[in-house]
């Protein structure tokens, strides 16, 4: 069964200030998925990473996948407070449509 | 630039009831799903429908669930008989290819 599993879960930090959020998974998987979710809000896609190696840049955001282990990773540079959300990554198995999320990462970024 | 929208975006029904949530994919897109978000927790697939039928569904998705794509624009999630922890927000997503998702604004559905 696959399982992902984001850590923090919550991230309090300092606008200015640099942190990564990890996504580890369970099994083999052709795609990794990063959303973000505003409170009340639909969610928002941010990078389809779908091979080893893959690195992809939007704005002070940055994902990376790590597909030997299993692990991708949302960097983020010199935060802003309109980066406040959460952040889920998601995984799907090999030519499989079903598609797990992790918990989330809820980021709050103090002023 | 197009979007997925879903109706009602509020929903309240009694337990016992029947309940239909309605998506409208946009319009190129040939992949179609319905996730839900209980409260403050995670995003819980549901379904993956593509060519007029399921491709897969989570263990969530029972006989009391079902899908149908009627007249080629709308995606309908059913739910026969609600329970109480049927209560959450549904997400509809679409997309062209099986690598793209957009998400709808979501139906909160409340069961009393």
């Known amino acids: 069964e696959l399982k992902v599993e984001q850590n923090p879960l919550f991230l309090s930090m300092q606008e200015g200030k640099n942190y990564t959020i990890y996504c580890n998974y369970s099994?083999?998987?052709?795609?990794l998925y990063w959303y973000r979710q505003d409170p009340g809000k639909s969610l928002e896609s941010l990078f389809v990473l779908l091979s080893n190696g893959a690195v992809k840049q939007e704005g002070r955001l940055m994902a990376s996948l790590d597909t030997k282990a299993r692990l991708s990773t949302l960097h983020i540079t010199a935060a802003v407070h309109d980066l406040s959300a959460t952040y889920f990554c998601a995984v799907s198995m090999n030519r499989d449509d079903k598609i797990i999320f992790g918990k989330g990462t809820r980021l709050h970024i103090l002023p | 630039e197009p979007e997925v929208t879903q109706t009602p975006s509020h929903q309240v029904t009694q337990m016992g009831q029947e309940v239909i949530l309605r998506c409208v994919p946009i319009s190129n897109h040939l992949y179609f799903y319905w996730y839900r978000q209980i409260l403050g927790q995670k995003v819980e697939f549901l379904v993956s429908?593509?060519?007029?039928?399921?491709?897969?569904k989570s263990e969530i998705f029972d006989d009391q669930f079902s899908v149908e794509r009627p007249d080629g624009s709308n995606f309908t999630l059913k739910i026969r008989s609600t329970k109480l922890e049927d209560s959450a927000m549904y997400f509809c997503a679409s997309g062209q290819t099986s690598y793209e998702q957009y998400f709808g604004p979501g139906t909160r559905l409340t069961v009393t």
């Open positions: 099994t083999t998987s052709d795609r």
């Open positions: 429908f593509y060519n007029n039928e399921i491709s897969e």
